[in-house]
């Protein structure tokens, strides 16, 4: 059974009976909007909860040690297994980044990280569960960490460390950092303080990308997008993905939209696609990455990362 | 005492550097809160999360935006 299936039936009560709004329109759309908002935010908060909690056993400084001792295909997959349980914050991929290299993290190993860990994101999990089910939330993380392997598998093949900014070399770590060691509660209270933190900070954007797929759910005709997005329209992929780039603050607020787009005919590898290059991409992020990595370098890691993404959306739009 | 505020500009780092002014003058102690922003000095003490708090050279904190009480412990 359908767990959020009590949440469904009080809803349709209030919706139905409370407002009377059976059969228009306006109640159909808002007793989507009411019952999708409760579902995610009960889902964001035990999943960024679960994860929050899981990376407390991850701080970067212990992540380092663990990777600078795997190479090749290995050191990928477990950098980008460990990327899904990590946040990024354009601000600390700088010092993430040097502190790899420098501790003798592979090149490749490095980026399968650098990519795993935006591309695969908590807050987009917990919105794609609630708005198409757990096979999809698993779908996005499986293909994320294939891209991310492969990207990263890629990069360190090409050999591109004289593209590595020169002064990330000279750097040299002068003293040995202790890691903090925590108790079972710290962590637990390390992981509240970040849903708090986390869904006070996307909860307007969430509000409204479901108000305006609400909105979309109850009031745009069915075929919207199947004539002009539809799986004939070969180049709907690359163009969702540099639409997508630029949206990163928004991801939280874009999935929902997206959702309600795809009942109206957007094919799933391209919202997908689309969603991915959401969250993975971000020109912030690629400013600062430039601190790191000369120009040359940094063309080839969008480059990958872009076109791992097109590929995955037309790999779900020609299996599904 | 001299305590160290690293991070490159980040909003938290600037908490963690308010908390901590606030911390030393509740206490009274004379100290000398620098701020670190350079990114290769900030590397030098091995940390990958910022901010971090050093007091007398020595990371005591790292990755995390201390409260001003949380700092008091550090300084006593």
């Known amino acids: ?320 | 005492m001299k305590i160290k505020i690293l991070g490159s500009g980040c909003p938290n780092c600037k908490v963690l550097e308010a908390n901590t002014k606030q911390a030393v003058e509740e206490l009274k102690i004379k100290a000398n809160v620098e701020k670190v922003t350079d990114i290769t000095k900030i590397m030098e003490y091995g940390i990958m999360s910022t901010p971090a708090l050093v007091i007398d050279e020595k990371v005591v904190s790292y990755g995390r935006v201390l409260t001003s009480e949380e700092i008091k412990k550090f300084l006593k």
Not at chain 1, 128 to 135: A, D, M, R, V, Y
Not at chain 1, 261 to 285: D, Q, R, W, Y
Request: aromatic share 14%; net charge positive.
């Open chain 1, 1 to 320: 059974m359908d767990i959020f299936y009590p949440i469904q039936i009080s809803v349709n009560w209030l919706v139905y009976t409370l407002f009377n709004l059976k059969g228009s329109i306006f109640g159909e759309a808002l007793n989507f909007f009411i019952y999708d908002s409760i579902k995610i935010f009960i889902l964001l908060a035990v999943i960024i909860f679960a994860v929050s909690y899981i990376r407390t056993y991850l701080a970067p400084e212990k992540v380092k040690k663990i990777l600078s001792k795997r190479f090749e295909i290995f050191g990928n997959m477990t950098a980008s297994t460990i990327g899904i349980f990590t946040p990024f914050c354009s601000c600390s991929a700088v010092p993430l980044f040097i502190g790899f290299v420098e501790s003798g993290v592979p090149l490749g190993v490095t980026f399968s990280y650098l990519i795993a860990a935006p591309l695969i994101n908590e807050v987009a999990a917990a919105l794609l569960w609630g708005l198409f089910g757990w096979e999809i939330a698993l779908l996005y993380i499986a293909s994320g960490w294939i891209i991310s392997v492969v990207a990263g598998f890629i990069l360190g093949k090409m050999h591109l460390e004289k593209y590595v900014e020169d002064y990330v070399y000279n750097i040299k770590v002068k003293q040995n950092l202790k890691l903090e060691k925590k108790t079972k509660k710290q962590r637990a209270k390390e992981a509240y303080g970040e849903v708090k933190s986390i869904i006070k900070r996307v909860f307007p954007y969430v509000l409204i990308g479901i108000a305006i797929g609400a909105f979309i759910h109850g009031y745009a005709p069915e075929n919207l997008l199947t004539n002009i997005a539809g799986k004939g329209h070969w180049l709907a992929v690359p163009i969702a993905v540099l639409i997508g780039v630029p949206l990163y603050s928004n991801a939280a607020g874009v999935i929902p939209i997206v959702s309600s787009l795809i009942e109206k005919g957007l094919p799933l590898g391209t919202a997908l696609a689309f969603m991915m290059a959401v969250v993975a991409l971000s020109l912030p992020e690629i400013i600062i990455l430039r601190k790191v990595l000369k120009p040359k370098l940094l063309i080839i890691y969008v480059t990958i990362v872009t076109a791992g993404i097109i590929f995955t959306g037309y790999l779900f739009n020609f299996l599904i």
